[in-house]
């Protein structure tokens, strides 16, 4: 069964500060995705990765795949209020649809 | 910039009525999705519809659900006999068949069951 896992589950930081949340599995995924979602709103794609190793940057959000396409980070530097949020990682099963790990639940505080 | 979007926003229904809730995934695109979320909890695959027929579905979509593509543009989840536990945030999500990597996601119907 592919599972992804999300650590921390919560968390709660001042704006300002860095932060990595991380997801994990003991699947190979080909790729993961990440999404924001927002109370009462649906999952908003932030970025794809592919390549084992790979780094992306968006901004202030840089995301890293594991070598072993197994797992997958988020850092986020300088956080400010408006990244406040649930950060959902997702991945492509076997066959079609997609699997989506628990979250982290993101607060800033100003 | 195009998008999904899933119609109505918030549903109440009394337990045991039909509802339908409705999308219309970005045109172009051939894999349809839903998901649904209880609040608080994860993001759980429903059902997945590519060339008009279910080609995945969990165990959550059991008879009591069904899907539809009537017109080409619409994308449909029914429940025939709504259940308090059906209570959840409903998401309609669609793939390009170029890509097996990223699904778009609708804003959601929020289901209310009373």
């Known amino acids: 069964t592919q599972l992804l896992e999300q650590s921390p589950q919560f968390l709660s930081i001042q704006e300002g500060e860095n932060l990595t949340v991380y997801c994990n599995s003991s699947?190979?995924?080909?790729?993961l995705q990440w999404y924001r979602q927002e109370p009462g709103e649906g999952p908003v794609l932030l970025v794809t990765v592919v390549t084992g190793g790979e780094v992306k940057k968006l901004k202030r959000l840089t995301f890293q795949f594991g070598d072993a396409r197994k797992d997958s980070s988020l850092h986020i530097t300088a956080a400010q209020t408006g990244d406040t949020g649930l950060y959902l990682c997702?991945?492509?099963?076997?066959?079609?649809?997609?699997?989506f790990g628990p979250g982290t639940r993101l607060s800033v505080l100003p | 910039e195009p998008e999904v979007t899933q119609t109505p926003s918030h549903q109440v229904t009394q337990m045991g009525q039909e509802v339908i809730l409705r999308c219309v995934p970005i045109?172009?695109?051939?894999?349809f999705y839903w998901y649904r979320q209880i609040l608080g909890q994860k993001v759980e695959f429903l059902v997945s519809f590519y060339n008009n027929e279910i080609s995945e579905k969990s165990e959550i979509f059991d008879d009591q659900f069904s899907v539809e593509r009537p017109d080409g543009s619409n994308f449909t989840l029914k429940i025939r006999s709504t259940k308090l536990e059906d209570s959840a945030m409903y998401f309609c999500?669609?793939?390009?068949?170029?890509?097996?990597?990223?699904?778009?996601f609708g804003q959601g119907t929020r289901l209310t069951v009373v």
């Open positions: 699947s190979v995924f080909s790729s």
């Open positions: 999500a669609s793939r390009d068949r170029r890509s097996n990597t990223e699904a778009f």
């Open positions: 997702a991945g492509p099963k076997r066959g079609q649809n997609f699997v």
């Open positions: 045109s172009n695109h051939l894999y």
